[in-house]
Nanobody, 121 residues
Framework: QVQVVESGGGLVQAGGSLRLTCTAS????????MGWFRQAPGKEREFVAY????????NYADSVKGRFTISRELRRNTVYLQMNSLKPEDTAMYYC??????????????WGQGTQVTVSS
């Protein structure tokens, strides 16, 4: 079983910064990719950022480009989301997800419980 755990959320003022951390752990688990999603109350979950483990591919949602940066620590199966210039519309529950290298579906196989980010105006 793979465990995905996020942390780093909190309450910040508009224009502030937060860094989220996510670690995926499992006895034989190796990520193909890890990413971040978010869901605000009353809205559907949306993609935020994505990074592959064995390649340079990195993707961001248009709404966060230039403000958010995803990075990783390869050996620790850990991914970060540095969030700068935060806006009230960034307020959401942020979820980390991982794709399993051993699978071929390239779906998001494992999900964390989420960490809340609230940005006040």
């Amino acid at each position: 079983q793979v465990q995905v755990v996020e942390s780093g959320g909190g309450l910040v003022q508009a224009g502030g910064s937060l860094r989220l951390t996510c670690t995926a752990s499992g006895r034989t688990f190796t990520p193909y990719a890890m990413g971040w999603f978010r869901q605000a109350p009353g809205k559907e979950r949306e993609f935020v950022a994505y990074k592959r483990w064995a390649g340079a591919d990195t993707n961001y949602a248009d709404s966060v480009k230039g403000r958010f940066t995803i990075s990783r620590e390869l050996r620790r199966n850990t991914v970060y989301l540095q969030m700068n210039s935060l806006k009230p519309e960034d307020t959401a529950m942020y979820y980390c997800a991982a794709q399993d290298m051993r699978r071929t579906s390239r779906s998001w196989d494992y999900w964390g419980q989420g960490t809340q980010v609230t940005v006040s105006s």
